[in-house]
């Protein structure tokens, strides 16, 4: 099974930076988009950016402009790059990948366990 890992969340003062980094277990992040989200609790989870396989990126409107996602196919390291951090920033990331498992395009949802980001005012 494919697992994947984040990790460099923490509190921060309004205006400054992150770098969230995703680990998979498996080669996965070769051929696959990854995406990283946030949740905050009792909203619905929402797509802060994505990369996918060719690196063409995209990016939620709240965080384009400060964010930047970049990846390391060798490492099979997935990377968010926060600047200008504010405090509606605050969220657990969690990044993800969808698994194909199958030619007839049946796939999987991957999960991180999440790492926690708090800004401060």
């Known amino acids: 099974q494919v697992q994947l890992v984040e990790s460099g969340g923490g509190l921060v003062q309004a205006g400054g930076s992150l770098r969230l980094s995703c680990v998979a277990s498996r080669r996965t992040f070769s051929g696959n988009a990854i995406d990283w989200y946030r949740q905050t609790p009792g909203k619905q989870r929402e797509l802060v950016a994505r990369i996918t396989s060719t690196g063409a990126t995209t990016y939620a409107d709240a965080v384009k402009g400060r964010f930047s996602i970049s990846r390391d196919n060798a490492k099979n390291e997935v990377y968010l790059q926060m600047n200008s951090l504010k405090p509606e920033d605050t969220a657990v990331y969690l990044c993800?990948?969808?698994?194909?498992?199958?030619?007839?395009?049946?796939?999987?949802?991957?999960w991180g366990q999440g790492t926690q980001v708090t800004v401060s005012s």
């Open positions: 993800h990948v969808r698994v194909v498992v199958n030619v007839e395009g049946a796939y999987r949802d991957v």
